[in-house]
């Protein structure tokens, strides 16, 4: 996937795509590390674009509602199925990291 077409949209489907538990977002030295969680193992990269990261960020503060919460969720739907994804912002060395949590929806 190409950092600079990197958006929360294909961040989520690529996550749901390889069966990934979580995405952690947080914040270093070099940009913003997304890490995908798969049990107790992850994978990640570095997005050093900081207007892509800005984005990113914004989308999702905005979509869980997070403006004025720690902890918010996000309707989706994907594959044919739907997902819960409980977004959870904490503090990481001064500051926000996220946690989105990928839960199939029960219907």
Do not use: C, P
């Not at 749901?16 to 538990?21: E, H």
């Not at 892509?52 to 919460?69: N, P």
Request: proline content about 0%; overall charge negative.
């Amino acid at each position: 996937m190409k950092k600079a077409s990197l958006t929360l949209h294909s961040m989520i489907e690529e996550a749901l795509q390889t069966g990934a538990d979580s995405i952690e977002l947080e914040y270093v030295a070099e940009g913003l590390e997304v890490t995908y969680v798969f049990g107790d193992r992850g994978i990640g990269e570095i997005i050093d674009n900081r207007r892509v990261i800005s984005e990113i960020v914004r989308e999702l503060i905005e979509q869980a509602k997070l403006e004025h919460q720690s902890r918010g969720i996000l309707e989706w739907a994907y594959g044919g199925k739907s997902y819960k994804i409980h977004v959870e912002e904490h503090e990481s060395f001064g500051e926000s990291a996220f946690r989105l949590i990928l839960t199939e929806s029960r219907r």
